[in-house]
Every structure is written in structure tokens, then in C-alpha cells.
């Protein structure tokens, strides 16, 4: 696989593209020789269609200028860290630039060459980050702890389960070592719990309604003691829902059992509704309703809702899908539909949820 990192330049001075890209050290620094483009229609060609990790762009270009172009790269959810370059009368301007969280750094012309390889380091260390955080071996580690974890977990042995995440935490290696990179880790850990403890508690005939506040909870969390009180608090309310039913102790009926099985198998179907459910059981809708709240303790839209909310966010934690991908993958028809629902029951938006989770994306 090719490790090097892709750069584009966008500026229409051609001194100034041509003096980054022939007098920079980029083999030095880990990073393929630019690609030059003299206007923003050209740079958003590259970004469309080949893989661009960092992208160089002046603020004032022919054709599509920086602003318009920043607003293009948003809208397409194109994943790029993005450099500004401005001249000093195009500060206020420029400024609008620097509010948008894809933009990495703001850079005032003219470039100094030290300065400007000391940021360009930085950004390829924030590429690299959040290659390693896709990478096998970084996801390997995660399953193996998530599964271990949840095993203490199903057991009832909450204790032991958070002491093992607390072990893992105090070694976890690149790009899960830093304070922010923790916090993604025990975020993801938090939300996979979610989406077991629903499977979990549905099977059991307990009430769905779990507790859904603590995503917030976590953005609330500015120190490392604040961070780890909140993992261990949540877990602690979701552990209830955790535990296998004996039995004696499942009250789900055989009806509502197929009904649990059928959701599981077509909620990612955008045609998949109750009404559609009741034909394939043969049962008038109103009475399939009605009997699933009783069982369960909550509606089949919420249920449903619910599942798709917590499997988008597994979605959301690979860079290779967009929000809107997402939502489509998981059965909402309507991008803006499924912001609201994962508002709703999450606290925060999906962009938002991904920057928490994703190394550097408040960044990019």
C-alpha cells in the first residue's frame, strides 16, 4: 500500500505554486510531489476523484475562489486536510476561511520555508493519525478489548470489566495515546455497549428505553478524571440491560420474538415499516404495535430508530462513508431526517459525533 501523502496546490500565481512545489523537501518529509492547479474547478476535480490528503489553497482564485470552494469540499463531505494561504489585505476575508472546521491552518503570505515545513510536518503527523486509527492492527486491538470487555459485562461482573479498560487505557499505543485519542476510544466502547444492551434487553422483554444522554455526558468531560467518571457511570447504567434472560425470566412472546429477528434483519431497508412487517406476519399493524410496546416497553418506530441511530455511529467511525452515505446504509430516506433523529436521541449532530470519535476531524 502506498504510504506516501498526497498534496494538492491550488493558487493562480504560477511563481508561487511552482516555488512550493520544486523548493520544499517534500520526499523528506513523507509526502508525494504536489499536484498544481491554477483554480478552485481544477482543485475540486483532483479532490473528487483522486485521493488528496493534504490540500494547499489560496484564498483568492479564478473560476471558483477559496470561499465558494470551501463550501463544496463541506457540502461533499470530502475528506481533506485543507491549508489556507492568504495575502495580508485578504485577512478579513480569509477570516470566514478560518472559522470552518475543515481548515487545519491559516497562513499568511509570503510563506517562509522553515515555518511553513514545520506545518506541513504537523499536518502529515494528523494524516498519518488518522490512517493508524483505520488501520488493522488498531482495530484488531480495539475488537479484542470490546470483547473481553463485553464478556465481563454479560457476566455481571461490571467491576472487573472497567478495571480491564482502565488497564488497556493506561497503554493503549498510537493514535489512541493522547487525551483526546482516549476519549474516542472509551466514546466507541460506550456505544457499541449501547447497541448491545438494546439487543440485550429487547431479547428479555425489558423496557428499550435506555439511557441515551451519554454522549453528552461525554462532551461535557473536560479533564481525564471527568473523562473515566463518565465511561464508568454510563456503563453502569446500561449494565441492567446487559444481562441474558433465563427462561423463566424472558417475556417475550414467539410473535414478538420474530418481530425482534425480522428488525434486525431489515432495518437498513428504506421500505422496511410496521406496516410492511404486519403484511409479512400476517397481522393487522395496530394490534403488531401495540403488542410490541407492551412486551418491550417501547414503540416499533422508536425501537427501530434506536437500532439504526447506534449502528450509524459504527458507520460514522469509518472515514470512507459520508453522513449522508451513512443514513442511507442504515434506512432513513432523508439525509436531514436522520440528523434530527440521531440529534434526538444522541445530543449532538453526526458531524459532530464523528469529529469526537475521528482523530483530527475537528481539524479537517
Not at 470483547?147 to 493506561?170: C, D, P, S, W
Not at 454522549?215 to 446487559?242: I, K
Not at 425470566?249 to 406496516?275: G, P, Q, W
Amino acid at each position: 500500500m502506498d504510504t506516501e501523502i498526497r498534496v494538492l496546490i491550488a493558487d493562480d500565481e504560477q511563481i508561487a505554486r511552482e516555488t512550493m512545489r520544486d523548493y520544499l523537501p517534500w520526499a523528506e518529509m513523507g509526502m508525494q510531489t504536489p499536484i498544481c492547479v491554477e483554480n478552485g474547478a481544477l482543485a475540486l476535480d483532483h479532490l473528487c476523484h483522486d485521493k488528496i490528503d493534504i490540500f494547499i489553497m489560496d484564498i483568492r482564485m479564478p473560476i471558483m475562489d477559496g470561499m465558494a470552494l470551501l463550501e463544496e469540499i463541506t457540502r461533499r463531505n470530502i475528506d481533506v486536510l485543507i491549508i489556507v494561504l492568504s495575502a495580508y489585505d485578504q485577512f478579513e476575508y480569509a477570516q470566514k476561511a478560518i472559522s470552518s472546521r475543515k481548515v487545519f491552518e491559516y497562513v499568511l503570505k509570503p510563506i517562509r520555508r522553515g515555518n511553513f515545513c514545520t506545518l506541513l510536518q504537523k499536518a502529515a503527523a494528523a494524516v498519518r493519525s488518522k490512517r493508524a486509527e483505520s488501520s488493522p492492527d488498531s482495530q484488531a486491538l480495539y475488537d479484542e478489548v470490546r470483547k473481553n470487555y463485553n464478556g465481563f459485562l454479560m457476566q455481571g461482573h461490571t467491576a472487573e470489566g472497567i478495571a480491564l479498560v482502565r488497564q488497556k487505557l493506561e497503554a493503549l499505543p498510537e493514535p489512541w495515546s493522547d487525551w483526546e485519542g482516549k476519549k474516542r476510544f472509551l466514546i466507541a466502547l460506550y456505544t457499541d455497549t449501547q447497541l448491545e444492551a438494546v439487543k440485550q434487553s429487547t431479547k428479555n422483554g425489558q423496557p428499550a428505553c435506555l439511557p441515551m444522554n451519554g454522549l453528552v455526558q461525554f462532551e461535557a468531560s473536560h479533564t481525564g478524571a471527568e473523562l473515566w467518571q463518565t465511561f464508568v457511570s454510563t456503563v453502569e447504567e446500561l449494565q441492567p440491560y446487559l444481562q441474558p434472560a433465563t427462561a423463566e425470566a424472558s417475556k417475550a412472546s414467539a410473535v414478538i420474538e420474530h418481530c425482534l429477528r425480522a428488525i434486525d434483519s431489515h432495518y437498513m431497508e428504506r421500505t422496511f415499516s410496521l406496516n410492511w412487517l404486519a403484511e409479512e406476519m400476517k397481522l393487522n399493524p395496530n394490534y403488531l404495535s401495540t403488542r410490541f410496546k407492551k412486551e418491550t416497553g417501547v414503540g416499533f418506530v422508536r425501537y427501530v430508530n434506536q437500532l439504526r441511530v447506534w449502528r450509524a455511529q459504527q458507520l460514522l467511525r469509518d472515514m470512507r462513508y459520508r453522513a449522508g452515505e451513512v443514513a442511507g446504509m442504515v434506512g432513513f430516506d432523508n439525509p436531514q431526517y436522520f440528523t434530527r433523529i440521531f440529534k434526538e436521541m444522541t445530543g449532538i449532530v453526526p458531524s459532530e459525533y464523528r469529529s469526537r470519535i475521528c482523530p483530527h476531524d475537528d481539524e479537517t
